[in-house]
């Protein structure tokens, strides 16, 4: 039986990469560093240190990890800086009017982002009313694909992982719900997150209509 939903934040509930492109695009630029939209992609659900290592890989750079750290620290105050302009009306199309269905019906929610800086995000948009459970990049130590913050998030709400779904637009995130065996809803094209138990282009497409036919027999 399904229970709750595990929500990932940045690509689910609302867009943040094209703020990340842009914090990431403007360190690039200071330091020299090949950054295009292509790589950005790459950089989907993973950690901020993980994201400046790929960075780094792909411009064959070698620095130690002092400077990594303050590296990126500086991408990281340029991203919450733009996150100022965030308003309530910044949710992707479908997310809100998902989220308010969830808790009228009694779904148990909790967030599973890998951002340290999910609540702040969840601030702007005036979202946290809707989470019992936040999960995000300061819970746990092993990023997705690692399971560990769809772990996290399920035991918070008291629930085992056969009783969620999670939400995700990244292959990596979807990775890290199959590792801890949750069912899973990809939001995004067949190449990203096609591994998914189902999948929706858009979040306005996966209304709990759609979600509970395609899940049938678990609710
Ligand atoms: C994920 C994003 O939600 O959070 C990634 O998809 C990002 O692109 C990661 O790198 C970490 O975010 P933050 O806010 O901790 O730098
Ligand atoms: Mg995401």
């Known amino acids: 039986m399904i ?6 934040l940045d690509g689910v509930i609302t867009d943040t990469a094209e703020l990340h492109y842009e914090a990431w695009k403007k360190l690039s630029d200071d330091m020299n560093w090949k950054f295009d939209r292509e790589l950005n ?4 659900g993973i950690s901020r240190m993980d994201s ?28 919450v800086a733009s996150l100022d302009d965030m308003t309530p009306d910044d949710y992707l199309p479908g997310a809100r009017e998902l989220l308010t269905h969830l808790r009228s019906e009694g779904f148990k929610v909790a967030l599973g982002s890998a951002s340290k800086n999910a609540i702040k995000v969840l601030k702007q948009l ?7 459970v ?9 990023s997705k694909p690692e399971p560990d913050i769809f772990l996290y998030a399920a035991e918070k709400l008291g ?12 292959e990596k995130g979807i ?7 949750f069912h899973s ?3 995004g094209p067949e190449e990203r997150v096609g591994h998914a138990d189902i999948r929706f282009n858009t979040m306005k497409e996966a209304t709990l209509f759609e979600v509970k036919s395609h899940f049938k027999e678990l609710f």
């Open 175 to 181: 990775d890290a719900a199959k590792a801890g065996k």
């Open 185 to 187: 809803v990809g939001i």
């Open 126 to 132: 005036n979202a946290t009313h809707f989470f019992d």
């Open 134 to 142: 936040i999960g995000d990049g300061n819970s746990v130590s092993k």
């Open 41 to 44: 992609e790459k950089l989907r």
């Open 52 to 79: 400046i290592k790929v960075i780094m890989d792909y411009n064959q750079v070698t620095l130690d990890d002092a400077t990594v750290e303050e590296l990126a620290t500086k991408k990281n105050d340029i991203y």
């Open 159 to 170: 629930l085992p992982p056969e009783n969620c779904i999670v939400f995700e637009d990244a």
């Open 3 to 8: 229970k709750g939903f595990i929500f990932d």
